[in-house]
């Protein structure tokens, strides 16, 4: 038998440390599943792409969501038992939705997902991480609910819930060494998403060194910069021109934006392939990705406190700057005067003498 021709490029690719993941995902926290919703927009990398391989060098990647799931109910919940149980040797635990405090529900639960076959009592969400976190290569809470209680841990709700880090703690360390992960965002914007889980399976690969995570554990490359340094109305703050309306082009920040104090990144990326996102395209920035969302941003449609200092003393600036961009940019809207049709040549071309040309 012939022996088969390896490419020679094919020395270019190296088999990852972590060859074959499973990424559990229960969406049993207090949730909307807005966040699973959200990332099948995604196209830096696509779902499908990870999942079918596209980026070589990767683990193979499988994974078990309840909304994007094939298997249904006791099929779907095999793997959660089986690596409950310490069976799956390499998985990651992603979590949406805020943790709910249960010593507080009484006889009941606020949040389960299955049932124990020795109880036949419904297995908490809190048990669930109980069990899976300690096992896992690495946790993801995805979205604001799971990674700071979010909008179900507003002030007056009775379940009390909160963050996973929350839960498990802020110290909490993966068995692989690795910190929670959170990618905020109300909901996690799709490629942010898809991003962080590209560059973790990179890390298990081998192929990146730690991720680089803030105080508050999110992605620095995604979190670090505020809204207003990425939003496209920032023009009009500086010059001072302020919408007092919806629907206007001005900026939003008398109308309730809160962009100028809070970490994302979605008007610089856009929303879906660079299209949509918030104050960019006239929605207030309502703080969505923050760990003090949303009691600390309501009421929404109000003008943040801090901003009536900034945009009072920016007025006067605004006011100059903007009249003398006027004037500069009145002549720039002039051709220079040797263009014409007449017979004369009026350029200042000398053959003699080039550099008489500048300046003009
Ligand atoms: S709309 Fe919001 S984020 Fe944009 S420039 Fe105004 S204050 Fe900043
Ligand atoms: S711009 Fe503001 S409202 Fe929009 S996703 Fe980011 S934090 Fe949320």
Known sequence: MMPVAVPYGRKTQKTPKVEELHILWITAGLGCDGDTVSITAASQPSIEDVLLGAVPGLPKVHLHNPVLAYEVGDEFLKIFHQAARGEVDNFVLVVEGSVPNEKLSGDGYWAAFGTDHKTGQPITTNEWIDRLA???????????????????????????????????????????????????????????FMETLLYLLRQLAGAAPMIPLDDALRPKWLFDMTVHQGCDRAAYYEQAQFAHEYGSRKCLVKIGCWGPVVQCNVPKRGWIGGVGGCPNVGGICIGCTMPGFPDKLMPFMDEPP???????LVAPYGYLIRNLRRLTNSTLNKEPRWRHNRPERTTGYDPGKPEALYPL
Do not use: F
């Open 134 to 192: 300690p096992k896992a290569l690495g946790v993801i809470a995805a979205g604001t609910c799971a990674t700071y209680g979010g909008i179900h841990a507003m002030k007056g709700n009775p379940t009390g819930c909160m963050g996973v880090a929350d839960y498990l703690g802020w110290e909490w360390k993966s068995k692989a060494g690795l910190p929670i992960v959170n990618v905020p965002g109300c909901p996690v914007q799709p490629d942010n």
């Open 306 to 312: 801090g901003a009536r200092i900034s945009s009072t």
